[in-house]
């Protein structure tokens, strides 16, 4: 049986350009957690939702938001309520995908209008039905979660769960002051969109480090489901981690030079508790910011 892979990159890596690119060390030995014993291999049934092309993304807005969309199907301007008040946003699509259950998915992020860097993306998750006349929403799950910076939930990946249990997960980041991080929000779609966890994903402070700093590090993670479907019905969650931490201090040149003081190459698991994932083995060594 291969391990499915899904790679999720760190989408502040994708967005933004840092002013400079910090190297990862791979030398080490890999150490990973022993798996634990595994209840039922995965079945064919575990497979997660079909993105579908951008192709379709127009006529999906169009079922969703109508008249409020734009001539081009792009995005549409709504009102959504945030904390009790009604709050216009523009609404634009992050993915569809067709779930297993014939329905299809459309994962929607609206953007508070004036959304400044403190202002998170608003997740609003849609299920439509195809039918002869075209899409019919069946299920609107608005303001389902408030995340990311500048408006912006960020970029998702289609999942399975576990057998019968299609998701997502939403990568974003967020940087300032010469730090930065990466973050993932797992998402359930069943009865209503159940949020699962959040994980630290990456970090790293070295666009502030500097030979005064007395810890630098930079830290990455690639998440990965495994094969397996534990007995609470759901597959764990792996995520490998490298990277390095590090001090910095000046040379005869005056340029800076690195003292690499610990390689970072772990992997850290995490199973579901009945209500959210948690770590069971290994560590997260990614530091908050």
């Known amino acids: 049986m291969t391990t499915v892979d899904i790679p ?7 967005r933004l350009a840092f002013a400079a690119c910090f190297a990862l060390l791979a030398a080490c030995s890999r150490h990973e957690p022993p798996a634990p014993p595994s209840s039922q291999p995965a ?16 006529e999906i807005m169009r079922a969703i938001f109508g008249a409020a ?10 009102t959504v309520k945030v904390d009790g008040a009604d709050t216009g946003v523009v609404m634009t699509l992050v993915s569809a995908a067709a779930l297993p259950d014939g329905r299809v998915a459309a994962i929607v992020n609206g953007e508070p209008e004036f959304a400044s ?22 299920q609107r799950h608005t303001n389902a979660a408030q995340l990311g910076p500048y408006g912006n939930i960020g970029s998702a990946t289609w999942v399975a769960l576990g057998t019968g249990r299609p998701g997502f997960i939403l990568s974003w980041g967020d940087m300032g002051q010469g730090y930065s991080i990466d973050l993932a929000d797992v998402f359930e779609i069943g ?7 959040q994980f630290k994903e990456g970090s ?6 500097t030979p005064e700093e007395k810890a630098c590090w930079t830290v990455e993670g690639h998440m990965r489901l495994a094969p397996d479907v534990q007995p609470g019905g759901y597959r764990d ?21 690195e003292h690499v003081t610990e ?15 948690a770590l069971t083995a290994g560590t997260n060594p990614v530091p908050d910011i």
Do not use: M
């Open 43 to 58: 079945a064919a049934a575990v497979a997660p939702p079909q993105a579908l092309d951008g192709e379709r993304s127009p």
């Open 191 to 197: 009865n209503g969109i159940v949020h699962r966890g």
């Open 263 to 277: 390689n970072v190459r772990q992997t850290a698991r995490y199973r579901f508790d009945g209500k959210a994932y």
């Open 237 to 257: 969650i792996l995520i490998d981690f490298t990277g390095k931490r590090y001090t910095l201090s000046e040379g005869k040149d005056g340029t800076d030079v």
């Open 117 to 138: 860097h403190g202002s998170a993306g608003i997740l609003n998750v849609y299920l439509l039905r195809r039918a002869q006349s075209g899409w019919t929403v069946v």
């Open 69 to 78: 969309c734009d001539a081009a199907g792009k995005s549409a301007h709504a």
């Open 204 to 209: 790293s402070n070295g666009g502030a480090c």
């Open 8 to 14: 999720i990159l760190g989408p502040i890596h994708r």
